[in-house]
């Protein structure tokens, strides 16, 4: 069965504190792996797409990657207003996007 | 990337009543994606909508209940029929410029809908 898995559910970070988000999956012949942003109230603010493993992807102060397991993203001296969830999902055979429950980031000043 | 709009971007429904949610694109796209974000959840996809043919229902979700329109390609709707209290949701659409050679989804803003 389709599978993804983030870890942890919540981060707590001070501004300037680097940490990394995991998004493990199992997904029956995976296209690419989404990274999105969600904010309190709004629909998903799409990040990065990434398509084979070893593959890097770099915006502001994050950065994804991926393996033939699992995705990392990572966040480089963090702001309050990285504060969100961040939402990973895995596109199957037929387009369809499988989430992960999510990892809430919150960065205090 | 794509500009959606959903209206309304929230409402307030009694027990037994229906509400259409309308979703607009910017550009022309083949597939559109009708999603449910249930509270302190994460998004399950409802159906699929490609325009010129029959909405995909994913399971545990069934037409009658969640009918939805496809009538050109910058516009879908979805009706919440029948509600109950367990529908209070965000109901978000998105699309994907697969059809540009990309298979990246871009969501809407969604509907918050709450069902008393």
């Known amino acids: 069965e389709d599978q993804v898995t983030q870890s942890p559910e919540a981060l707590r970070l001070q501004e300037g504190e680097s940490s990394s988000l995991n998004c493990s999956y199992t997904v029956s012949g995976l296209r690419g792996l989404f990274w999105y942003r969600q904010d309190p109230g709004k629909g998903p603010e799409f990040l990065f797409t990434l398509y084979s493993a070893g593959e890097e992807k770099e915006k502001e102060r994050l950065k994804a990657t991926l393996t033939k397991k699992e995705s990392f993203l990572h966040i480089t001296a963090p702001k309050p207003e990285d504060s969100a969830t961040y939402l990973c999902?895995?596109?199957?055979?037929?387009?369809?996007?499988?989430f992960g429950a999510g990892t809430q980031v919150v960065v205090t000043p | 990337s794509a500009v959606i709009s959903q209206k309304p971007s929230r409402d307030i429904c009694q027990r037994g009543t229906s509400l259409t949610i309308q979703c607009q694109v910017d550009s022309q796209v083949t597939m559109m994606f009708w999603y449910r974000q249930q509270p302190g959840q994460s998004l399950t996809l409802i159906a699929t909508?490609?325009?010129?043919?029959?909405?995909?229902?994913e399971s545990g979700f069934v037409i009658d209940k969640f009918p939805i329109s496809r009538p050109n390609l910058t516009f879908s709707t979805l009706t919440v029929s029948n509600m109950s209290p367990e529908d209070s949701s965000i109901y978000l659409c998105?699309?994907?410029?697969?059809?540009?050679?990309?298979?990246?989804?871009?969501f809407g803003p969604g509907t918050r809908l709450t069902v008393t």
């Open positions: 998105s699309v994907t410029l697969g059809d540009r050679g990309s298979y990246e989804q871009y």
């Open positions: 999902a895995g596109i199957d055979s037929w387009g369809k996007l499988q």
């Open positions: 909508a490609n325009q010129g043919s029959e909405a995909t229902y």
